[in-house]
């Protein structure tokens, strides 16, 4: 079965300082890798996705097979960048499904 | 940009009571699932639907939840008889594809069952 560990419940940094919230996974087949983000009281809105190798708001993840990882990460944190992060993992097509299993997440908080 | 809307925001319900969590995907969404999260707790996946037919559903998704799309484009979580610890935030959530395009959450529906 497919597992997300996020180690860090809460993870306060300052302002301009970097960022890293780490995610592990545990998945037999090729997972697919995501990072949402939950600002407070609205809805869990898609920040990354591996495939895509892209970076929103300034931040990037990369996929680690050797390690299992996908690591969050911002090289200056900013004020707006508070809130809930997930990590999440998807199967795919090949897993018979594409149902999200997530991490329990990390709050961000990010101090002047 | 297109948002999935769910209603209502907050439900509270008498234990034992059925309640029914609506929800309106983005029209060009193809898969609909269902999450809950209890408060201070992970976000779990309870079922995913495709082709007005159920396609997984989890452990938790038993006998008394069941799930529709009566009329094409409303999807419905529907809890038979409430317990207390179905309280939680109930999240609707759809993709176009399923190979890894990512999914569009509903803002949720807080249930509290008392």
């Known amino acids: 079965a497919q597992r997300v560990t996020q180690p860090e419940k809460l993870l306060s940094v300052f302002k301009g300082a970097p960022v890293e919230l780490k995610c592990n996974y545990s998945y037999s087949g090729s997972p697919e890798l995501f990072w949402y983000v939950q600002y407070s009281r609205q809805r869990l809105q898609l920040l990354l996705r591996?495939?895509s190798r892209e970076s929103i708001k300034g931040f990037t993840a990369d996929l680690n097979k050797g390690e299992t990882s996908f690591h969050l990460k911002k090289p200056f944190a900013q004020e707006e960048d508070s809130a809930m992060y997930y990590c999440?993992?998807?199967?795919?097509?090949?897993?018979?499904?594409?149902?999200?299993?997530f991490g329990t997440g990390t709050q961000l908080k990010v101090e002047l | 940009e297109p948002e999935v809307t769910q209603t209502p925001s907050h439900q509270v319900t008498q234990m034992g009571q059925e309640v029914i969590l609506r929800c309106v995907p983005i029209?060009?969404?193809?898969?609909f699932y269902w999450y809950r999260q209890i408060l201070g707790q992970k976000v779990e996946f309870l079922v995913s639907?495709?082709?007005?037919?159920?396609?997984?559903k989890s452990e938790i998704f038993d006998d008394q939840f069941s799930v529709e799309r009566p009329d094409g484009s409303n999807f419905t979580l529907k809890i038979r008889s409430t317990k207390l610890e179905d309280s939680a935030m109930y999240f609707c959530a759809g993709n176009p594809t399923v190979i890894g395009y990512g999914y569009t959450f509903g803002s949720g529906t807080r249930l509290t069952v008392v």
């Open positions: 029209s060009n969404h193809l898969y």
């Open positions: 999440a993992l998807s199967e795919g097509i090949t897993g018979g499904g594409n149902k999200l299993t």
């Open positions: 591996h495939i």
């Open positions: 639907f495709y082709n007005n037919e159920i396609s997984e």
